[in-house]
């Protein structure tokens, strides 16, 4: 497993060890995916130190960030990387009614939770916005030199899940392990969802609004395939959409593996 076992943040786990197609390997510790770092504890933050981490890159809005701020680790390098202009219904970010923003969109989505939240990946891979952004974000990851970049959205499976499978593929890792990383968020984050649960029954005991948050925090092969089906309808595959729409083409990908891979 190669989690960091974060108490604040239990979805940070290293690309390190994720082998790819040709039986090379990512190097460790250089390489972070996660959710946010707001509930970051003093012994997290040593971990990571220790690591050294030296570069976040916050996929986040401003508002999610305002709203759910990173704890700050001296020395490190803060980026903002916006992936969306905005959170629409599937959110945390707090509001004024009585009832929070995440447990409302639950119970309006109800059973059909899993197709929005399907639906909501297309723009992540079609979206002119999600695009420049992810575009910036590989620029990071290229340029990168010192110690490690750990790079985080709210809950570390959606936004973080399509830049990963970005990175993963330039490296030339196959999408059957590609899945796999990105399901361990459903082992990382079961306590922190099953408590969602439990907190939102004091709102609705409704089987729809279970339903509705499971989706909501869960990572599914569905909702990865619909980014790929995506790009494979408009590209062919995921590389040739990288050279042509994110100006990630082979002479990037290769520096990346030459970087990356041992």
């Known amino acids: 497993m190669r989690s960091y076992h974060l108490t604040g943040a239990p979805n940070a786990r290293d690309l390190g060890g994720i082998r790819t197609a040709d039986g090379r390997e990512i190097r460790k510790g250089i390489l972070i995916r996660s959710g946010m770092l707001q509930h970051l504890t003093d012994a997290d933050c040593e971990v990571l130190r220790s690591v050294p981490l030296k570069t976040v890159v916050d996929f986040r809005t401003e508002r999610e960030m305002q709203e759910m701020p990173d704890v700050r680790i001296s020395g490190v390098q803060y980026i903002h990387c916006p992936i969306l202009k905005e959170m629409s219904g599937i959110t945390r970010e707090e509001t004024e009614n009585v009832i929070p923003a995440f447990f409302r969109a639950a119970m309006d989505a109800g059973f059909e939770a899993e197709d929005r939240m399907t639906q909501m990946y297309i723009p992540l891979v079609e979206g002119d916005y999600s695009l420049n952004h992810y575009r910036e974000f590989l620029d990071h990851v290229l340029c990168h030199e010192d110690g490690a970049l750990l790079y985080h959205c709210t809950a570390g499976k959606d936004r973080v899940g399509v830049g990963t499978m970005l990175i993963l593929t330039a490296l030339g890792v196959d999408r059957d392990t590609i899945l796999e990383d990105y399901l ?57 959409f990288m050279t042509e729409r994110l100006d990630f083409g082979e002479e990037k990908q290769a520096a990346l593996r030459e970087k990356y891979l041992k």
């Open 184 to 240: 361990l968020t459903n082992i990382y984050c079961k306590s922190e969802t099953d408590q969602t649960v439990k907190t939102a029954k004091k709102y609705s005991d409704a089987p729809s609004t279970e339903f509705a948050i499971r989706a909501f925090d869960s990572a599914r092969e569905r909702y990865m395939r619909t980014a790929w089906d995506s790009i494979d309808r408009r590209y062919g595959d995921v590389k040739t």
